[in-house]
């Protein structure tokens, strides 16, 4: 299945949570959160119309976002030619931990815009950047997942963008800690969610890894190009890390890092040109669409 997910709220209702089906948006009526819409999705499976579903035509509904608000968001750093070119940027090698075990940060689940949506320029930046990541919605609870086991948790993939400060998350990582604010205000996630058994023939034999292109552009000049296939940890392994002592619930991220070449940070060897104001960012993932935003003014300007 392919799935797309919507914020919504119809007449004077509350903020709802819901997904688009051709001219009609479908919800539950007694879901309040994201792990509520998912536990129903993988219960009826093709989320067919029944008595307890409410069906509203889309026209008639306010669509405040069409993406619905993660409930955590784990990002890894899974791509070797990013994780290479990175290091090199710093004058460095990789670390030799990090080909040890996947590592990842926690983002901010409350700043997430949906396709076609404006980014407003992070306050206090001058180097605005993209980030071109494949993301996975965890779809049932799980803890101390196997590897192997671990596409059985996944209800579906998305196109992921990680916008980053690169002047801040500079700064910050100088003390130790962190990305932490400089990766504070905006991520973006695509319209859809494309569910494992519909990219099935393009499945490798690694868990979670896919023969799939991934493409950003910005102003329609193409500026990065990769493969998921890439990854030097696979989504299972990632997930294993991730559930290790912790529990992961429905409507938890998994993302997989920046694929190769798929910032600016990269492609100009850090020095830019980052963003600007009234830029298009568009990243595209075949058979997971294409995610658009245009970078806004900062909210203090």
Request: proline residues 4%; contains cysteine.
């Amino acid at each position: 299945m392919i799935w797309q997910l919507a914020t919504f709220t119809h007449k004077n209702s509350k903020l709802r949570i819901g997904v688009i089906i051709d001219d009609h948006v479908l919800t539950y009526p007694q879901q309040h959160t994201i792990a509520d819409l998912i536990t129903n999705l993988r219960d009826d499976g093709d989320i067919v119309p029944t008595q307890t579903v409410s069906r509203y035509a889309l026209a008639d509904v306010n669509l405040v976002s069409r993406v619905v608000a993660p409930l955590s968001i784990r990002d890894f750093y899974a791509f070797e030619e990013h994780v290479a070119t990175a290091n090199r940027n710093r004058g460095r090698d990789v670390p030799s931990q990090w080909y040890e075990i996947p590592v990842f940060y926690f983002s901010n689940p409350n700043e997430v815009y949906g396709d076609g949506d404006i980014v407003p320029y992070p306050i206090g930046s001058q180097k605005l950047d993209y980030e071109l990541e494949v993301a996975a919605v965890i779809g049932k609870q799980g803890r101390n997942i196997a590897a192997e086991d671990a596409e059985n948790y996944i209800l579906g993939y998305t196109i992921y963008n990680d916008w980053s400060a690169r002047d801040i998350q500079a700064q910050e990582m100088r003390v130790g800690l962190g990305p932490a604010k400089g990766k504070d205000f905006a991520q973006s996630f695509g319209r859809l969610l494309v569910t494992p058994e519909e990219i099935a023939d393009k499945r490798t034999d690694r868990v979670g890894v896919y023969d799939l292109e991934m493409v950003a552009r910005v102003n329609g000049e193409e500026r990065s190009r990769g493969n998921w296939q890439s990854l030097h940890w696979s989504f299972g392994e990632m997930i294993a890390r991730a559930s290790a002592g912790a529990t992961l619930y429905p409507g938890d991220v998994i993302g997989s890092g920046t694929v190769g070449t798929g910032c600016l940070l990269e492609v100009t060897a850090g020095q830019g040109p980052y963003l600007q104001v009234g830029d298009v960012v568009e990243l595209e993932i075949k058979r997971l669409g294409t995610l658009r935003n245009t970078v806004g003014q900062s909210e203090n300007a």
